[in-house]
């Protein structure tokens, strides 16, 4: 089973893969893992894409993201399901379709096409962590700007036009991701929503 989480920057999908992560492991074998660089091979493109100082092409930018994920299924993701083991990733395909492809307007057939891999093996379902951009930012603030990665510094319209990409999708494919309002939630609210979407989808005994 392969379950991604997605969303802004700043909306807690760390926070509940990890709260995920915990609650399954003592029933299911289970992973976890991220993208960008959820393994040793290519940490140095992570470090390329998160660097604020590099300005690299808007088209680059998405296939380095796409050669990263390319060695993230293959060494990981694959082998794990292979395994059986239930797999829960820390961003995927959704976010360059975003990111790259909604907000960079490289656009979607571009983004499948150097992602064709990816694409044809999508999560069993997503989580995608809804959260008003005005409270992204007050989020981001509150870290230490020292510790930002990359699009944290971005400003109000930037995370407003990543919203709108995440809702683009969640219409696109209203059976494999979930939105979540998280406005208003507790993180143990939402970790028990997402609870129980698994057990209702899939039988999980979490």
Request: hydrophobic share 40%; proline share 3%; with cysteine.
């Amino acid at each position: 089973m392969f379950i991604t989480f997605e969303g802004g920057d700043g909306v807690g999908k760390t926070t509940h893969v990890l709260s995920l992560f915990k609650t399954i492991k003592n029933k299911y074998p289970v992973i976890m893992t991220r993208e960008p660089g959820g393994y040793d091979l290519v940490k140095t493109i992570k470090q390329i894409l998160i660097n604020t100082h590099n300005k690299i092409n808007f088209a680059t930018e998405a296939l380095l993201y796409a050669a990263d994920r390319i060695e993230h299924l293959q060494q990981v993701i694959k082998p794990a399901l292979s395994d059986n083991k239930i797999v829960i990733c820390d961003r995927y395909l959704d976010s360059s379709f975003v990111y790259q492809g909604y907000v960079r307007k490289l656009g979607i057939k571009f983004i499948k096409q150097i992602n064709y891999l990816a694409y044809n093996l999508l999560p069993d379902i997503t989580f995608y962590l809804d959260l008003e951009p005005k409270q992204i930012l007050k989020r981001l603030y509150v870290r230490n700007k020292s510790k930002l990665e990359g699009f944290d510094t971005q400003k109000l319209f930037w995370h407003q036009q990543i919203r709108k990409g995440y809702l683009r999708l969640c219409r696109r494919y209203p059976k494999r991701i979930i939105k979540i309002n998280t406005n208003n939630l507790s993180v143990k609210e939402v970790h028990l929503i997402i609870l129980e979407k698994l057990r209702e989808l899939f039988g999980l005994n979490i």
